[in-house]
């Protein structure tokens, strides 16, 4: 498990809808709904861990609860280098 409850997070904003996202611990992959699009390189905090095995995470925006879920392979740590390198570019 990467993340614990009340980690903040960024959601990457590099992800393609469509697409399935492995899991770190398994040969299992979450699949990457369009819908979910809307919700990339948003900050947000983890409320729920729905599986300890396969890492999914089940976020909130601005204390309101996200209806999907998400694994180690959708998500940033919001103070990471990477994530501040990918906002950077996006403004310049």
């Known amino acids: 498990m990467r993340y614990k409850v009340g980690d903040r997070v960024v959601i990457r904003k590099n992800l ?3 697409w399935y996202y ?6 299992g992959r979450l699949f990457f ?3 979910m699009y809307k919700l990339c390189g948003k900050i ?3 409320t729920k861990i ?3 095995v396969l890492d999914e995470y089940f976020l909130s925006i601005d ?3 996200v209806s999907w879920y998400f694994n180690n392979a959708m998500l940033l740590p919001a103070n990471s280098l990477r994530y501040l390198v990918m906002t950077r570019e996006a403004t310049s």
Not at 22 to 27: K, L, Q, R, T, V
């Open 22 to 27: 492995h899991y770190e611990n398994s040969m």
């Open 33 to 35: 709904n369009s819908h």
């Open 63 to 65: 204390d309101e609860e």
């Open 16 to 18: 393609v809808s469509g």
């Open 44 to 46: 947000c905090v983890v």
């Open 50 to 52: 729905t599986d300890l």
